[in-house]
């Protein structure tokens, strides 16, 4: 019990009274913390983050990692893991992706990461893949496409007839005003 004091003392002082070059010095003493100004030569773009000195460029960036609210989409009571209900989550800032028309399964699952990154892609709309990729993980071309609909050339590109949440009629085809976010 005799190093309880001294600790909470240096930890008092280095939370209250250093500059924060003097808290980086720490934290790199103690702990194993990138430098905060210091950009790694090896990194790559699925090593970055914020404040980690590398900054690749993204095609998107969800808001709230960008703007370091991780608390927005994890539970810091439970290690900082995704919230139990996600889906709740990403409706709260999303409502125009959920609907009462006929859902996606993945919408109507919850299950928004199948399709989604919940931090930063080099794709669009926070996408895993392409688009075309992402529908094909799980729609079989030859199999659950028509070929008179999707024979023809440009339609590598899913959403221009069907929306990727919901959508008006079966199929889920419909506006896809509100498509790839």
Not at 98 to 127: I, K, M, N, W, Y
């Amino acid at each position: 019990m005799r190093w309880f004091v001294p600790i909470l003392s240096l930890v008092v002082v280095v939370a209250v009274g250093c500059s924060e070059a003097t808290r980086d010095r720490l934290a790199h003493f103690f702990f194993e913390v990138p430098a905060a100004d210091a950009a790694r030569e090896d990194a790559t773009p699925e090593d970055a983050g914020p404040g980690l000195g590398i900054e690749p460029q993204f095609a998107s960036v969800h808001a709230p990692y960008a703007e370091k609210q991780c608390t927005a989409c994890h539970a810091p009571e439970n290690q900082m893991r995704v919230l139990e209900d996600l889906t709740d989550a990403c409706r709260a800032c999303h409502p125009t992706y959920f609907g009462d028309a006929v859902e996606h399964e993945p919408v109507a699952e919850g299950e928004c990461a199948t399709c989604h990154q919940g931090h930063r892609s080099q794709h669009p709309a926070l996408l895993r893949s392409t688009v075309l990729d992402a529908c094909t993980e799980c729609h079989d071309p030859p199999e659950d496409l028509s070929e008179e609909a999707h024979g023809g050339a440009g339609v590598e590109n899913c959403i221009t007839c069907h929306d990727p949440h919901f959508g008006g009629a079966p199929y889920l085809k419909g506006s896809s005003e509100s498509a790839g976010g």
